[in-house]
């Protein structure tokens, strides 16, 4: 990316997406909340300072390649993209809608941008490994893929058949980020099917793992500029979020999972959202 | 038939290969060809034959492992990049095990990606059931945008693979393990999504596909004897499905048998049934797999055991041959 930001504007920037993510569920009336919220800090760092990318140009053949593996909580890749000028931001309210780009899971063929159709979980980080695979072919050496993941996908068997491919060919051009909040449908991970030791389990696979706040948007960039400093291994960022985050009624409850706000509800949350949780006081109905 | 240049199959000593050989020799011809033609393999290279294909162009080959569902995902990865992936193993395992990712990560999301399965059909012998894949032309025909193709022996494989290796689409192609006798050469057509009549008749119309063309011409020949003059149509594109071709014969003999090593739920029965329901009822009879499982023994004896010979064709014949009378 040409432009860079600073820290304080891409959290701003992060801020408006999540309101944009309210908005856009809210009027689709279906949805995930949690994730989407979630996620917000590390879509932004992707869009805005990590990914090489030209929104004018989608296909542009040096760009790097974003995989989205949870297609779930696509209204925050969608909300990112408009943002940063892949369509026009009034698109976002046809999420989910006849005929509309904006499929409620994504899909390649409907919207330029998006790489790959995803929605049934655990695909992403073997099609991650093909496409790093073929730009190893390529000789193209400074392409790098991300693939972001939910955890409660890592139940699925395809995610560990993926991980020991990327640690056999050492694919260091895979660069994946866990969305580690702890929750899925059916309740919190460690209930539902427990997943520690997460770290061990990826480094036993052959990964070099790094943990980061990953509602700092500071430490994404960071840790995914590490993360293209090492040659020798592919990299798993564990990336700990708060599901909800930004909205307090929503922060760590997993029945957010997979339900949209209705009007009111989007109401309080995105007055939250430009209140920063009630800290700015003197805001104008 | 003239324009068909057939080998002279009738000949007691006719030459036969397994259909995978002609795959393996296909894919070694489109990686020269075209230096994006890339190939992956679940634990079954030579068994499939992408061997030769690995040997020539190890850096465009990926081993996966014993892991199919990563085969196919990392097929639609190698795709997304611009390549042209061939991914194979055994037909029960891929397509049979990974079906929901070929749907959405290569039908779905449209990307090119040719999913090879090898040992389809009862002929697969001793193994046993559990290895003789007989939904998969079930399971890959329901999917929009898969192309089909069952050849019919291995030099048809061989030109099936330099063309689907040329093609934009997603594919299945079916392959056999034991020897095929030898139908075709290399002057003989193919096109994808093309049937052929390999031979003319007026009376009754039999559609075969795969391991089967062979049994359905020998029944033709000997149906001649006995006063049915049979149209044999090679059909080794299962979808798109050739109507045009099929209705054209019907229309002249209405009455015909369909003929495969797989469920006829589905299969080829399936899709010839659903096209003559809806475009030209006539009497139809399908041989193939009906509703059960494989079980272990030597393949002549399960072909026969299955009802999957031309004599079981010929029975078939007499059957709707009668029925329109
Ligand atoms: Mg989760």
Redesign the pocket.
Known sequence: MADSYSIPELETKANSIRQDIIRMLEHAGSGHSA?PLGLADIFTALYFSILKHDPRNPDWDQRDILVLSNGHTVPVRYAAMAHAGYFDRKELMTLRQLGSRLQGHPERTKLPGIEHTSGPLGCGLSQACGMALAMRMNKQFHRWVYVVM???ELDEGNIWEAAMLAGKEKLNNVIGII?R????IDGP?EHVMPLEDLRGKWESFGWHVIDIDGNDIEAVIDACAMARAIVEKPIMIIAHTI?GKGVDFMEYDFHW?GAPPNHEQAKIALKELRTLQGKIRSEHE | MSDTHLNDYLKKDVASEPIRKGFGRGLLEAGKKNEHVVAACADLTDSTQMSLFKDAFPERFVEIGVAEQNLVTVGSGLAAMGKIPFVSSYAAFSPGRNWEQIRTTICLNDQPVKIVGSHAGVSVGPDGATHQMLEDIALMRVLPNMVVIAPGDSVEAEKATLLLAADKRPAYLRLAREATPIITTTRTPFQIGKAYVYARGADVTIVATGTMTYQALLAADKLFKDGIDAEVIHCPTIKPLDAKTILESVKKTRAVVTVEEAQINGGLGGAIAELLAEEMPAPLRRIGIKDRFGESGKPEELLKHFGLTYHHIMLAAHEVADKKK
């Not at chain 1, 909040?181 to 899925?184: D, S, W």
């Open positions: 994730g939910g955890d409660g969305d909040n702890n929750i899925q991970t599901p999972h």
